[in-house]
């Protein structure tokens, strides 16, 4: 059996990859009218924290499952 975690940490992977995605795509496809601080990519930089924080929730839970 699984802990809420576990799903917590599926849904913070799943979202913050397509965040990312979406901070990757805006590199390279830039917007034509800039906002204030767009240089600072601030869709890539939180997906990837997103990303890091799920599967750490997910690593540490399937961790301790297996204990």
């Known amino acids: 059996m ?3 975690w576990f799903f917590v940490g ?3 992977t799943i979202i913050g990859a397509v965040i990312a995605g ?3 795509y805006s590199i390279f496809h830039p917007p ?3 906002k ?13 924290v997103m990303l ?3 599967l750490v929730f997910m690593l540490l ?5 297996e204990e």
């Open 2 to 4: 699984k802990s809420i």
């Open 10 to 12: 599926l849904l913070l």
């Open 22 to 24: 979406s901070g990757v």
């Open 32 to 34: 034509v009218q800039q």
């Open 36 to 48: 204030i601080f767009s240089h600072l990519r601030p869709d890539l930089w939180w997906g990837m």
């Open 52 to 54: 890091v924080f799920g």
């Open 61 to 65: 839970n399937q961790r301790n499952v």
